[in-house]
């Protein structure tokens, strides 16, 4: 009997759900004329149907569960749907936040929104921006995110927004072109909030993986970076207490990040930074990059490695008051020590002795080569030894020749180069291997000015 009950309960809904749908078709279509020619029966009905997905209304769980059964009927009837009669319908579909639904009715709206975005030149753009504008909650709901209990729904919202988006791009040719664009005009802004910024972040790092990550990836990871690296330079020097230089992310020690790795960047950089905005929201995104970096296996990682040089060498080596923002390239040097490790290494040393490459350039490189030796003791003594000798080399090589006194730049370079040699040497000492590096005749050091 029971078994009877629940088939036909079954039926009832099936029958239930028919119903509404066909009757949902029949509304679209009465009033796709001219608004003074619409039936008032049928104008009202179509009011029913605007209320019935008002982004802005509160449900209870009947009333959800009404708006799962109508956006189902609306996803069967998308052909039935013409921007221009059912401009006020759309406006209610993309403006809508998943984040306030239960999972079946964020499914019911993401399937709607899929269909949509397949129709030939018409719902693209406003299908991904809907999705875009869901990669962080609505303001009112922060604090309850936060909550441990929240963070299963969040991880279940930003997987059904990937896949709607890859859904998207796997139909749509040109989603993924239009999606970067999307990205790019959407990302958080300097002064957005901290919770915004990550949470964005957060779910758009998820984007990056498989085809649309080749797709994509780049313009993910470039757009991180200049946000990091807008964070970076907005911290000043004075912000930064000096006594507690060693702690947190910039500890970038193999063993440390072994034992340390769950609270990367997060109580260390909170006490370096004292209670400035703009560290605060660094700290919390450069958290998630790490996170995002750890998660990929070994293929992955090369190519994200590859890009991020790539875009460490245009965007960032020649901004001169960035501080923090070389340590992701640190950390993803640090998953793999072998390749990645030493490349970056080599790159550095490589643009810094290259004269016909930029001068500012080639003194940040060589600062930051100082910088990266100093700090990645995962790389090995062979690396470091075959690097240093290089820059005392080239030091060498400058101070037999005769520079022209009227390009002070080249002293400038000099100088970095030397400083990062001792740089590296005061962190560590003069171990046996270093000592044979360091031989060349200081006499012939330039004079300044």
């Known amino acids: ?18 119903l509404a749908f066909r009757e949902v078709q029949r509304v679209l279509q009465s009033v796709r004329m001219d608004p003074f ?26 009333e959800e569960a009404m708006l799962v059964t ?16 059912h401009h006020a319908l759309l406006n209610n579909i993309f403006t809508m936040c998943i984040w306030y639904l239960r999972e079946d009715t964020r499914d019911a709206l993401l399937d709607l929104i899929t269909r949509l975005a397949a129709v030939a030149d018409q719902y693209l753009r406003e299908c991904l921006q809907m999705l875009v504008n869901n990669f962080a909650p609505p303001r009112p709901l922060v604090p309850t995110t936060e909550q441990p209990r929240w963070l299963a729904r969040k991880k279940e919202i930003y997987y059904q927004l990937h896949e709607s988006l890859k ?30 910024m990550v949470s964005f972040v957060e779910c758009m790092l998820g984007l990056d993986t498989e085809r649309l990550g080749d797709l994509i990836g780049s313009t993910l990871l470039e757009k991180v970076v200049d946000l990091l690296t807008e964070l970076d ?22 063993e440390d990040l072994d034992d340390d790795e769950d609270n990367l960047g997060q109580e260390g950089t909170k006490a370096l930074f004292g209670g400035n905005v703009f560290a605060d929201k660094l700290d919390g995104l450069m958290v998630v990059v790490c996170e995002h970096l750890k998660s ?36 993803a040097c640090s998953l793999d020590p072998e390749i990645c490790g030493v490349d970056f290494a080599l790159f550095l040393t490589d643009i810094f002795t290259k004269e016909e490459d930029d001068a500012i350039a080639r003194m940040s490189a060589v600062s930051y080569v100082g910088s990266y030796l100093a700090r990645a003791r995962f790389i090995s003594a062979d690396t470091v030894v075959a690097v240093l000798k290089r820059l005392v080399e080239w030091c060498d090589s400058y101070c037999k020749l005769k520079r022209d006194p009227l390009k002070p730049i080249d002293h400038q370079i000099f100088y970095a180069s030397s400083f990062s040699n001792a740089n ?26």
Request: charged share 30%; hydrophobic share 40%.
């Open 424 to 449: 590296r040497v005061y962190i560590d000492g003069p171990t046996g291997a270093s000592k044979g590096v360091f031989a060349f005749n200081s006499k012939r050091v330039p004079e300044t000015g």
């Open 37 to 62: 020619l619409i039936d008032l029966r049928d104008k009202d009905e179509y009011d029913y149907l605007l209320l019935a997905v008002d982004p802005t209304r509160k449900r209870d769980l009947d």
């Open 70 to 85: 109508t956006l189902k009927a609306l996803s069967e009837a998308v052909p039935k749907i013409d921007i221009m009669y």
């Open 1 to 18: 009997m029971g078994a009877e009950e629940c088939c036909d309960d079954h039926m009832e809904v099936s029958i239930s759900d028919s």
């Open 167 to 196: 859904m998207i791009s796997d139909t749509v040719p040109l989603a993924a072109r239009i999606l970067k664009d999307i990205i790019n005009r959407s990302m958080p802004k300097l002064f957005d909030t901290k919770a915004k």
């Open 233 to 254: 330079v907005n911290i000043t020097w004075e912000d930064i207490l000096q006594e507690e230089h060693s702690k947190g992310i910039f500890e970038m020690e193999l």
């Open 296 to 331: 990929c296996d070994r293929d992955r990682l090369f190519k994200e490695y590859c890009i991020l040089k790539t875009i460490f060498q245009k965007a960032v080596l020649k901004v001169h008051k960035s501080k923090f923002a070389q340590f992701i390239m640190f950390y």
